[in-house]
């Protein structure tokens, strides 16, 4: 199994990025892909996640109406489309894997939920 992120950089306030997750090794189909960030000395915060089923998602109140997740499952790949970023988006940025569940909505945000994860982006807003 492997999630390998990528498109992190270096971005000035209210530029605009966009984080590539491509998972290999597991149904793609029935797995939701969530996107944490870990600021340092943070825990680790859930950013967003889409049911790769049925193209449901969720959004932390701090990114919605700026941030969209979206799947291509023809090439096993989340994209995290982030606009009008701040400096408080400043971390490392994680994709992970869960298999889909109908109590994915209450519990998609806890990381200790989810089975794999990648190595991480680091993304940098400056001001």
């Known amino acids: 199994v492997q999630l390998v992120e990528s498109g992190g950089g270096l971005v000035q306030v209210g530029g605009s990025l966009r984080l590539s997750c491509t998972a290999s090794g597991f149904t793609f189909d029935d797995y939701v892909i969530g996107w944490f960030r870990q600021a340092p000395g943070k825990e680790r915060e859930g950013v967003s996640c889409?049911?790769?089923?049925?193209?449901?998602?969720f959004y932390s109140d701090s990114v919605k109406g700026r941030f969209t997740i979206s799947s291509d499952n023809a090439k096993n790949t989340v994209y995290l489309q982030m606009n009008s970023l701040r400096p408080e988006d400043t971390a490392v940025y994680y994709c992970?894997?869960?298999?889909?569940?109908?109590?994915?909505?209450?519990?998609?945000?806890?990381?200790?939920?989810?089975?794999?994860w990648g190595q991480g982006t680091q993304v940098i807003v400056s001001s």
């Open positions: 992970a894997a869960i298999e889909d569940m109908i109590t994915i909505k209450i519990i998609w945000e806890n990381a200790y939920e989810y089975e794999y």
């Open positions: 889409i049911s790769n089923s049925d193209g449901i998602t």
